[in-house]
């Protein structure tokens, strides 16, 4: 049983009262993007056929996998107070994946229609690797999450960069709305620059005397 936070006795809702996530921009443009995937060999669409039709109830296992979770550094600029990642020693515990080893893996799990590109490090850290990983397996058409504590979106062009990888979901992690609540849980963080890269990356015009 997951523990959501939220008590179905006092709140009256249950993790199965919740909507499911729904892709961003919406479902359609996913299932567009996943017929895409399954249509480029006939080994992809039979493997998700599998998992289609698996009751999954048994350790006995027909199919590849068709989501991954991938972590391409293990390191990060930051040391949020609730993240394991700031007991490292130099805020890393392992090397970078290389983009040769990304393409490997892509390579190997022929039935992949999904990957969401980062862990407990920071994956912009890795700078054009990075940006070729998540192009790499756009141009398989498969879906692409990613995560960014948005700080590294203003050097050398990253949020370009980042938009040019045609990544179908990128997400801005931000822990509280002003700037002692932010930069207390993300140490090492500076709270303007956040937000600055955040407009940035949006392309959005914010009046000079506006006090947001």
Request: charged letters at 25%; aromatic letters at 8%; proline letters at 5%.
């Amino acid at each position: 049983m997951i523990d959501s936070g939220i008590g179905s006795d006092d709140a009256g809702v249950s993790l199965d009262d919740l909507p499911p996530p729904e892709p961003v921009p919406n479902l359609a443009a996913s299932l567009d993007e996943r017929e895409r995937c399954l249509a480029r060999s006939a080994a992809c669409r039979a493997n998700f056929s599998l998992y289609m039709n698996d009751a999954r109830r048994s350790a006995e296992v027909r199919y590849t996998p068709i989501k991954l979770n991938i972590e391409n550094v293990s390191r990060c600029n930051f040391a949020c107070m609730m993240c394991a990642g700031s007991e490292w020693p130099k805020g890393r515990r392992a090397a970078d994946m290389s983009f040769a080893a990304f393409k490997a893996l892509l390579d190997e799990q022929y039935g992949l229609v999904e990957i969401k590109l980062q862990g407990l490090g920071g994956p912009m850290l890795q700078g054009d690797p990075y940006f070729a990983m998540i192009r790499y397996a756009r141009d398989r058409h498969i879906w692409v999450r990613t995560m960014t504590n948005a700080s590294l979106l203003h050097l050398r062009g990253n949020y370009s960069k980042l938009i040019d990888t045609d990544v179908n979901e990128a997400q801005i992690s931000i822990d509280g709305a002003d700037k002692a609540t932010y930069e207390a849980i993300r140490r090492q963080a500076v709270f303007e620059r956040v937000v600055a890269n955040y407009i940035l990356s949006r392309g959005v015009d914010i009046p000079e005397d506006d006090p947001h």
